[in-house]
């Protein structure tokens, strides 16, 4: 998968594919609808399937002091999508020039005259230009005119409501990953380079992986059990393990992250990156009376997470 960020100067081989067009915090299936109906598309037009985004997210342009809001960074997104077959990933950088051009030039603009795209697939939903004026109606208005196909994709819904990242956000926000997951058509996961800690956990006989989850909507503070990816390195593979994400309440005021034991594993994995999967939520975050009783805990967390995740492929 080719990732392309430059609108300016662009390749012929970069140009003309048919793409879906959106945010696509999560890549859940509701977005997977949408990728699949571009991915149709393209085969049937014999062009390059791909997927516009934008970065950074622009709520995070418009409302910069708001609470960490997004399912994944873009590395963790571009991940995602490569496995869907996206062969196009247009990164368009969204700033104050973008959001203000009028929904009629970013069509003529950005879509026909600089990425030439031939087709796009967008969600009912899809709102664009300055203002969000724009609707889905009016990209196809402007297809017809400019030369490109659009397809309108409708809302996909699961069990009681629609699928959509808010419902994904308040199913983490509650402890709920499997509700999550099933929303997602994936596990949620916590992507990111592992950094140094203050290696309490190594102390402790429970030596982790340290993760930032700065600019992510926080999962419920707590225990998990979890799934590992180490992407790249001497190490890279699957591994089962326990996460705790939270502030670490037994020693003082932290800033939130994701602390990793990785069962039956020895090695050093600082600067590399992983994929935490998060497949059940254990406990809450607790301040025990001593390190004992947190060691005590933690030996009974990890067995529960192993119970759990000798049922989980």
Sequence with gaps: MRIIRDTYFIDDADRGAAAAIGNFDGVHLGHRAIIDLALKAATGLGVPMGVMTFEPHPRQVFAPDAPPFRLMNAAARAH???????????EIPFNAALAALTPEDFARVIIHERLGLTHLVVGQDFHFGKGRAGTAADLARFGAEMGFGV???????????EVSSTAIRAALTEGRPRDAAAMLGHWHRIEGVVIRGDQRGRDLGYPT?????AG????????????VDVLDGPYAGRYNGAASIG?????????????????????DLYGTNLSVALIDYLRPELKFDGLDALIVQMGADCDRAREILAHVH
């Excluded at 995602?80 to 247009?90: A, C, F, I, M, T």
């Excluded at 992510?216 to 799934?227: D, E, I, M």
Aim: charge should be positive.
């Design 209 to 213: 992986a340290n993760m930032s989850i």
């Design 216 to 227: 992510l909507h926080p999962p419920r503070f707590g225990v998990y059990a979890v799934q």
């Design 247 to 267: 502030v670490r309440p037994m020693f003082g005021e932290n800033l939130p992250n994701c602390e990793t034991f990785l069962f039956d594993f020895k090695g």
């Design 151 to 161: 397809t309108v994709a409708p809302m996909v819904e699961l069990g009681a409501g």
């Design 80 to 90: 995602r999508l490569e496995k869907l077959g996206v062969q196009k990933l247009y």
